[in-house]
């Protein structure tokens, strides 16, 4: 149990870590992001980022096997007013069934970087909320993949917080 403590503390406060980055290293990471999308401006670059990891890692009925109620789980980011960042959320479930959630993040007076966990015994990383630390987003199990989530949300919120 203690090794576990010990692997969340690393990873959670290594999406920090690696978020905070000097001058130039953010300018380069936002002009690879502009690039890689062909895009001009940084806040269409990370939404497009962010909206493509959360696909990515999107967690799916086919990784769920042995799960008792398997559901699909998928997000979509978009911008909302000025400083406010939409987290669309659908479950669907074994069915037909859908179901929608739709979270408004104000970004004023946040700490705009995030962290994340990934449970050793799970299927999910969950990316926590910075405004009152409950999940923001839940992806499949892919610590590497958290972190970068955990990035361009941070970045992205930051960017926000610009006005």
Do not use: W
């Not at 959630?101 to 995030?114: E, M």
């Amino acid at each position: 149990m203690a090794a576990s403590i010990c692997s969340y503390v690393a990873l959670h406060s290594h999406a920090a870590d690696q978020a905070q980055f000097s001058g130039g290293e953010a300018e380069h990471y936002l002009s690879e992001l502009k690039s890689r999308y062909g895009l001009a401006g940084e806040r269409e670059a990370l939404l497009a980022h962010g909206n493509g990891l959360l696909d990515r890692y999107a967690l799916r009925v086919a990784y769920q096997v042995g799960v008792a109620n398997p559901q699909d789980l998928s997000y979509r980011l978009s911008i909302g007013k000025s400083g406010e960042l939409q987290v669309r959320e659908e479950v669907r479930g074994p069915g037909n069934g859908i179901a929608v959630h739709n979270r408004n993040l104000s970004v004023f007076g946040l700490d705009p970087y995030l962290s994340y966990r990934c449970p050793p015994q799970g299927l999910v990383c969950i990316i926590d909320s910075p405004a009152d630390g409950t999940p923001l987003v839940t992806i499949l199990r892919d610590p590497a993949g958290a972190e970068e989530l955990a990035k361009a949300l941070s970045f992205l919120i930051r960017n926000l917080q610009k006005g």
